[in-house]
């Protein structure tokens, strides 16, 4: 079964940091860019990075650069999401997506066809 399962979400203070785990069952995931979408209450869903199959190129959302770091361990079939000076407008369940692409890094729902279940992440003030 081909499936996306994210980790790592929980409580932290703002100015703390969290990693994000994105582990992918399917061979095939370790040929697809990968990306990191969230949804706080009441919102949208928005982009909040991507990379592409081997790690070469990668994209943010403003909001997140320089605070936010993806990568991934193709061996492990995992992308992560590094996440420091979190925010309290950070606060948002945080979705693992894949296009079926290897170097689709936009930012467009409609373009990522696996989702995993999301993991909460709460920042305090």
């Known amino acids: 079964q081909v499936q996306l399962v994210e980790s790592g979400g929980g409580l932290v203070q703002a100015g703390g940091s969290l990693r994000l785990s994105c582990a992918a069952s399917?061979?095939?995931?370790?040929?697809?860019?990968r990306g990191w979408f969230r949804q706080a209450p009441g919102k949208d869903r928005e982009f909040v990075a991507a990379?592409?199959?081997?790690?070469?190129?990668?994209n943010y959302a403003d909001s997140m650069k320089g605070r936010f770091t993806i990568s991934r361990d193709n061996i492990k079939n995992t992308v992560y999401l590094q996440m420091n000076s979190l925010k309290p407008e950070d606060t948002a369940v945080y979705y693992c997506?894949?296009?079926?692409?290897?170097?689709?890094?936009?930012?467009?729902?409609?373009?990522?066809?696996?989702w995993g279940q999301g993991t909460q992440v709460t920042v305090s003030s």
């Open positions: 990379i592409s199959w081997n790690g070469g190129n990668s």
């Open positions: 997506a894949a296009p079926p692409s290897s170097v689709y890094i936009g930012a467009r729902i409609s373009e990522y066809n696996y």
């Open positions: 399917g061979r095939i995931f370790s040929r697809y860019a």
